[in-house]
């Protein structure tokens, strides 16, 4: 059963750091593009960022631009989001995503193939 399975999400204050992983199982996903996703309460999700199949690619969304950072161990079918300087407004589900047979880099509207369950952050003022 291919599973993904993110884990790190906590309660912070605005403007410190959180790392979260997501580890995949019941494939390798080393030569997929990955992704995160994210839900805030009462909105619809919305991409964070993604990285193509050897990590040397990634794309974000203006907004976390220049703060978040994705990266991969495809050794350890594991992907990251490095979170830095969070907001109150980052508060979220955040969900990892596979795109199983993509290689180049996930754009925000690329079909996800397996979603995760999610993390919640929460960055209080």
């Known amino acids: 059963q291919v599973q993904l399975v993110e884990s790190g999400g906590g309660l912070v204050q605005a403007g410190a750091s959180l790392r979260l992983s997501c580890a995949g199982t019941?494939?390798?996903?080393?030569?997929?593009?990955m992704g995160w996703f994210r839900q805030a309460p009462g909105q619809e999700r919305e991409f964070v960022a993604s990285?193509?199949?050897?990590?040397?690619?990634?794309y974000y969304a203006d907004i976390v631009k220049g703060r978040f950072t994705i990266s991969r161990d495809k050794a350890k079918n594991m992907v990251y989001l490095q979170m830095n300087s969070l907001k109150p407004e980052d508060t979220a589900i955040y969900s990892c995503?596979?795109?199983?047979?993509?290689?180049?880099?996930?754009?925000?509207?690329?079909?996800?193939?397996?979603w995760g369950t999610g993390t919640l952050v929460t960055v209080s003022t």
């Open positions: 019941g494939r390798s996903f080393s030569r997929d593009g």
């Open positions: 990285i193509n199949w050897s990590g040397g690619s990634t």
């Open positions: 995503a596979a795109y199983i047979g993509y290689t180049d880099t996930p754009l925000p509207r690329t079909g996800v193939t397996y």
